[in-house]
DNA sequence: CGAGAGTCCTGAAGGC
DNA sequence: TGCCTTCAGGACTCTC
């Protein structure tokens, strides 16, 4: 399941391949994700330059744009892997890649590279804003970028105060901060030592430091280890994905913590698992 | 406004 | 072996 890490690791496994490359043909094979893929996307892309490709929270927003001159057009293409997507790249003359039954979305350049859009569970989603500037209701009410300067303690314990909600939901709440997912919520609340039902609101500042730094130590880690996953990511280059093999809590049920060997536990909030250690975390 | 539940979907895993 | 149920997950959307 694509968290920030893995994202980001497809933007940065796409970009050296589709930059400055022109799309020549985009073929939908099914438009239902989590929202239909626009009737006009295919259209809007073709003969389009991708001239970067930018992230902002889990979605990637393709700079897109046609030839210069007085009717330059310009968009982005919105996408997201949603939990079980993976965008890959296919290359010139590769003829082993015939379509799959999930393979929804192909987009072809010039030069025969192929970026394939792939998704089971159809919970990603491909939209097109059209315009210069890539303002889109999703991306309206994001909240900081988890690795930029802006996420700090002094922002979180403003944003938590009076909060009643856990504090494992309160940071996976896109509003409060983008990019971190079920796995590595659990891993940071264990690394910051805070117990994962505590109310947001009854954080100190102090122990805030500590969730940011591990929060933003996950991730970076993560993104620097090429990305991890549990199951079915693909990288973009195709290879797969690293497995989440050194998880402190995360899917270890039962098992003995990795510092003072308590067993680990599992709960359920807000109908999502969470994970972790009882004695380690208060 | 916040909190909590519901929703989309497929594939894996478990029970009988 | 095979069918049925349950669960997993991102994050939007709805209800209270």
């Known amino acids: 399941m694509p968290e920030l890490p893995e994202v980001e690791t497809t933007r940065l496994g796409l970009l050296p391949k589709v930059q400055g490359g022109r799309i020549s043909t985009v073929t939908v094979r099914d438009r239902r994700l989590r929202w239909p893929i626009p009737s006009n996307l295919a259209k809007q892309l073709s003969g389009k330059t991708v001239v970067d490709i930018s992230r902002r929270g889990k979605y990637l927003l393709w700079d897109c744009r046609s030839d210069t001159g007085a009717n330059a057009q310009r968009g982005y293409l919105l996408s997201h892997l949603g939990m079980s997507g993976s965008l890959r790249l296919i290359n010139n003359g ?5 379509p799959q039954i999930h393979d929804h979305l192909d987009i072809a350049f ?4 192929i970026v394939r859009y792939t998704d089971p569970r159809r919970f990603g989603a491909m939209l097109w804003i059209a315009g210069p500037q890539p303002a889109h209701a999703l991306l309206d009410s994001l909240g900081p970028e988890p690795l930029s300067p802006d996420f700090d303690a002094t922002y979180l314990h403003a944003v938590a105060k009076g909060r009643s909600v856990s504090v494992k939901e309160f940071i996976m709440n896109g509003r409060v901060v983008v990019g971190v997912g079920n796995i590595y919520a659990s891993e940071a609340l264990f690394r910051a030592g805070i117990h994962p039902r505590r109310a947001a609101g009854k954080v100190s500042i102090a122990r805030f430091e500590r969730l940011v730094d591990a929060i933003k ?3 970076a880690n993560a993104i620097k280890a090429g990305g ?5 990511y693909v990288h973009a280059s195709g290879e797969l994905g690293y497995f989440q093999v050194n998880a402190c809590v995360y899917d270890r049920d039962k098992l003995p913590c990795r510092v003072c060997q308590s067993p680990i536990r599992s709960i359920r909030q807000g109908q999502r698992s969470t994970y972790f250690c009882p004695r380690c975390q208060t």
């Open 110 to 113: 010039d030069d025969g590279t």
């Open 217 to 219: 130590l996950t991730l």
């Open 94 to 98: 590769d003829h082993s890649h015939t």
């Open 228 to 232: 991890s996953s549990l199951r079915n």
